[in-house]
C-alpha cells in the first residue's frame, strides 16, 4: 500500500489560505489541483490500512483534526504570510511558479523567516505527536506479560516493538556516541533522543535555575503604583520625643545582664588554647582528627624487643640444649619463634632470616585483622547487687530454738497449729497423733491409730476443733476435746453418721465410703488410694485430700455437715501432688508434678495455669491475700509466683542443696518459711503492696539449724504460729523444734 505524505509533510499544504478583507466565519479555504489530487489520493488509500500501518493511519487522523480545529490567532498569521509573500521580488515569483509544489514548500520554509518564527512561538496541536498507544489510564504492568500493548482506533492489537538483547544494546552503547541521549518510552514504546536544547534544559533544571535561558531571575523592580496626586505621605504627625531619647528598658535590660555577668550566672566559653607540648610517644587515639571518625580504631603497637633479642643477653635467657631439643616436640603454636643466642659483638650478628615474613604479617594484622572498639566499664561489684533492707529493720523474726518437743518415736510427718495458736498436732511413723501445749510443749492427747500417719490438718474454726489425720487410705476426722458443752455437743453432732449418704458416682469401687469409728470416736474416711494430704476449706465445712494413684479421681472433696463426696470437675494433667484451697475466693489450687492450675469452683473452669519450669513439685503455699503463690520443688528450689503479673515465675530461691519437703506462709507476719532434707528451714522475708506497680520484695532472713538427718531425711514439714512470729518444724529426729524471735 502506498501513501503520499504531502499533504501531511508541510503545514502549508494543509493550511488553508483567507482571503483579505472578510470576517473569519465566511473564510472558504482554496485548493490547488495538486493538492485535491493528493488529497483525494490520500483519501482512497487510508480506506482499508493493515494492521502494521494501524498506528500510521492513526498519526494521519489526528493531524487531519488538528488542522480542523485552527483559532482566530492562526488565520491572524496567516494574513500576514501572505502579505509577505505578495512583497517579494518578481524574479523569485517566476522562479517559484516554474517549480514543482516540493521545491515550492521548501523555498518557502528556508526563505521565509517570519514563518519560522510563528511555527516556533505557535502553541498548536500540530507540534504535538499523538502517542503510539492508546490504552488509557491503565498501568503498564497489565501488558508486561503480553505481546501487544493497547489497541488502536478500529479495536486491533498494537503488537509491541522487538527490543535488543542487553548485551546487544551494551554493544550498540558503546559504538554509539549519542547513547547517552537516548530514553526509552515505555508508554510510547519507542526511544527518544533528547536534542541539544532539552539536555541543557535538564541541566539547569537540576541546578535549580529556569529552564530557559533567556528567563532573567533578578529583573527591575517595577512600580505599579501612581504617584502623580500622591504628594504628601499618609499622615503628617510629627515624631515622638521618645523616638530621639534612649529607652529606659533597655538601659534596665543592660543592667540584669550586667549582674548576671558579675555573678556568674552567665558564663561565656572560653577561648580554646592550642596545645604546645604533645606526647612523642602517646597513642595515635588521642588525637581529634582521628577520633572524629567513629569508624577509626587505632592498630595495636608491636612488642618491643626485650632483653632476650639482645645480641649478648644474660645467661639465664640463654637455653640450653635440652631445653632447645625439647621445643622440637612442641607444637607450632607453643613453640617460641626466636631462640636468644649470644655475639662477641655487634659485626658478627647474622641477619634476621624471618624479617621480610614479620614484616608481611605485621602488614595483614593491619589491613585484614577486624578490630572493634570494646568500652570497658569499671564497675564496683557491689554496686550491681539490689538494695535490700537491713535484717535489723524486719525484725521480728524466728532465729532460735525455743522449745522443743519429744515423744514421738519415728519421723513426724506432718504438724499443723490450731486457729488459736494454743495446742499443735503432729502425726508420725510410729502410728500415733499427739496434741501438744505450745507454751509449755507437754503431750496432752495421743491417738493410737496403728499405720503411719502421713498428714494432719487441723479444722481453721475455733469454734470446731476437729482435727483430720490421713492414715493410709483412711482420713480419720478426730474429735480433740477441746471448748465447752455447747462447742462439744456440736462437734458431736457433726461426727455422728445416721446412715450411709449416697455417693454422687456411678462407679463400682465408690471414691470415699463414710463410716462411723467408735474406737477414736470420729469418723472415718475410705478411700480407694492411699491420701498423701489433707487440706481444710477456710469455712472449716469442706476438706479436700489427695490420693496420688487416683489418676482421674486423685483429687476428692468432701463436706461434713451433709457427708458428701465427690471428685473435682476437672480433668488432672499429670499426678496429683498437692491441692489447696484460696483463702478469702472460691478458687481451688492443684498442683502437679510440673505446673500448678487454678481453677473457679463456682464458674467450674480454669482460670490459670502456672509454669513452674521444675524437675518436680512437691509443695504449695497460698499468700494470705490470695494473690501470690510459692511452691517448692525437689531440686531444691522455691519459686514465688505473682498470679496478677505473669503465669511464669517472679523469683526463683535456689537455697537448699536437697528436696524441699513443704513450704508455708505467715498469717499475719510478712513471712514466709521452707524446709528440706538438709535439716534446715529458711525464713524469708516476703512483703507484698497494695500497690499493683510495685513487685513484692523478697529478703532472705535466717537459716535455722539443730535437727538431724535420719534415714536420708532432714525436717519433714514446718508450720508458723497464727498469731506470733514463731516458726514449728518436724524432723525425721522425731523431734519437733519451736524457733522464736
Known amino acids: ?32 489541483h495538486a493538492e485535491k489530487q493528493n488529497s483525494d489520493e490520500l483519501h482512497l488509500e487510508q480506506e482499508a490500512p493493515t494492521a502494521d500501518e494501524a498506528p500510521l493511519q492513526q498519526h494521519l487522523d489526528s493531524a487531519s483534526l488538528s488542522d480542523s480545529k485552527e483559532d482566530v490567532s492562526d488565520e491572524f498569521k496567516d494574513l500576514k504570510l501572505s502579505k509577505a509573500r505578495e512583497s517579494g521580488s518578481a524574479d523569485e515569483q517566476d522562479h517559484v511558479n516554474t517549480g514543482s509544489p516540493d521545491n515550492l514548500d521548501q523555498e518557502n520554509e528556508d526563505d521565509n523567516p517570519i514563518r519560522d518564527q510563528v511555527d516556533e512561538e505557535s502553541d498548536s496541536s ?134 548576671a555577668i558579675r555573678n556568674g550566672h552567665i558564663k561565656f566559653d572560653k577561648p580554646k588554647e592550642e596545645q604546645r607540648f604533645y606526647h612523642l610517644w602517646g597513642d595515635d587515639s588521642s588525637s581529634t582528627e582521628k577520633t572524629a571518625h567513629l569508624s577509626y580504631i587505632p592498630a595495636p603497637k608491636p612488642k618491643f624487643p626485650g632483653h632476650d633479642e639482645s645480641y649478648n643477653p644474660s645467661l639465664e635467657y640463654i637455653p640450653t640444649q635440652e631445653e632447645i631439643n625439647s621445643y622440637q616436640l612442641m ?146 476426722l478426730l474429735n480433740t476435746g477441746f471448748g465447752d458443752g455447747e462447742v462439744q455437743a456440736k462437734v458431736k453432732e457433726l461426727l455422728h453418721i ?28 475410705r478411700h480407694f488410694k492411699t491420701v498423701s494430704s489433707v487440706e481444710w476449706h477456710r469455712k472449716g465445712d469442706y476438706l479436700s485430700t489427695v490420693m496420688p494413684a487416683g489418676e482421674s479421681r486423685g483429687v476428692v472433696i468432701h463436706q461434713l455437715s451433709r457427708k458428701l463426696t465427690q471428685k473435682i470437675p476437672f480433668k488432672l494433667h499429670g499426678l496429683p501432688v498437692s491441692s489447696i484451697f484460696h483463702p478469702t475466693r472460691s478458687i481451688f489450687f492443684v498442683s502437679t508434678k510440673k505446673n500448678v492450675r487454678v481453677y473457679d469452683l463456682l464458674k467450674q473452669k480454669l482460670m490459670k495455669k502456672l509454669e513452674t519450669g521444675l524437675r518436680e513439685v512437691s509443695s504449695i503455699a497460698v499468700h494470705p491475700a490470695g494473690d501470690n503463690v510459692i511452691v517448692g520443688s525437689r531440686e531444691g ?61 523478697i529478703r532472705p532472713l535466717e537459716i535455722l539449724r539443730g535437727h538431724k538427718a535420719t534415714n536420708g531425711r532432714g525436717v519433714m514439714d514446718c508450720k508458723f504460729h497464727p498469731r506470733q512470729p514463731w516458726l514449728f518444724t518436724a524432723g525425721a529426729d522425731s523431734v519437733i523444734k519451736l524457733y522464736c524471735h
Request: with cysteine.
Open 637 to 697: 528450689k522455691v519459686c514465688w509466683f505473682d498470679m496478677d503479673l505473669s503465669s511464669q515465675p517472679y523469683k526463683i530461691l535456689s537455697c537448699h542443696p536437697k528436696d524441699v519437703t513443704n513450704v508455708a506462709f505467715h498469717r499475719s507476719y510478712p513471712l514466709f518459711a521452707s524446709c528440706s532434707d538438709d535439716c534446715t528451714a529458711y525464713v524469708f522475708h516476703g512483703m507484698v503492696y497494695s500497690d499493683l506497680t510495685q513487685n513484692p520484695l
Open 126 to 259: 500540530e507540534d504535538e505527536v499523538a502517542p503510539r498507544n492508546t490504552i488509557g489510564d491503565v498501568p503498564l504492568e497489565w501488558y508486561r506479560d503480553e505481546k501487544h500493548i493497547g489497541y488502536d482506533i478500529s479495536g486491533k492489537k498494537i503488537l509491541k516493538k522487538e527490543r535488543e538483547d542487553k548485551l546487544q544494546s551494551f554493544l550498540a552503547s558503546a559504538d554509539d556516541s549519542k547513547s547517552w541521549r537516548k530514553l526509552y518510552d515505555e508508554y510510547n514504546d519507542e526511544v527518544i533522543e533528547l536534542s541539544k536544547e532539552e539536555v541543557k534544559q535538564l541541566r539547569r533544571l537540576l541546578k535549580g535555575k529556569a529552564p530557559h535561558a533567556d528567563f532573567d531571575p533578578y529583573a527591575p523592580y517595577v512600580d505599579w503604583f501612581k504617584w502623580d496626586d500622591a504628594k504628601h505621605p499618609l499622615s503628617n504627625a510629627p515624631e515622638p520625643k521618645r523616638r530621639f531619647i534612649r529607652s529606659k528598658w533597655e538601659a534596665k535590660k543592660v543592667v540584669q545582664l550586667v549582674r
Open 498 to 525: 445416721d446412715a450411709l449418704p449416697a455417693t454422687d458416682n456411678s462407679d463400682k469401687t465408690p471414691i470415699a465410703t463414710w463410716l462411723q469409728d467408735d474406737k477414736v470416736e470420729g469418723i472415718r474416711l
Open 331 to 476: 607444637y607450632d603454636e607453643d613453640r617460641p619463634k626466636f631462640i636468644p643466642r649470644r655475639f662477641t659483638s655487634m659485626r658478627s650478628v647474622p641477619a634476621y632470616d624471618n624479617a621480610l615474613k614479620d614484616a608481611f604479617e605485621r602488614c595483614l594484622d593491619l589491613y585484614l585483622c577486624p578490630r572493634v572498639r570494646k568500652k570497658r566499664i569499671n564497675i564496683d561489684p557491689e554496686s550491681l547487687k539490689p538494695k535490700l533492707p537491713s535484717r535489723k529493720d524486719l525484725r521480728p523474726y524466728p532465729t532460735t530454738c525455743y522449745l522443743e518437743f519429744r515423744g514421738h518415736k519415728d519421723a513426724v510427718m506432718s504438724i499443723s497449729t490450731e486457729a488459736n495458736g494454743q495446742w499443735i498436732a503432729s502425726g508420725s511413723l510410729d502410728g500415733t497423733v499427739r496434741i501438744w501445749e505450745v507454751e509449755t510443749g507437754r503431750c496432752l492427747k495421743v491417738w493410737e491409730l496403728g499405720e503411719a500417719v502421713k498428714y494432719v490438718a487441723w479444722n481453721p474454726l475455733p469454734e470446731l476443733p476437729i482435727l483430720a489425720a490421713a492414715v493410709g487410705v483412711d482420713v480419720l
Open 1 to 32: 500500500m502506498k501513501l503520499n505524505l504531502d499533504a501531511e509533510s508541510s503545514p502549508q499544504a494543509t493550511r488553508p489560505k483567507k482571503k483579505h478583507g472578510r470576517k473569519n466565519s465566511h473564510l472558504k479555504p482554496s485548493k490547488s
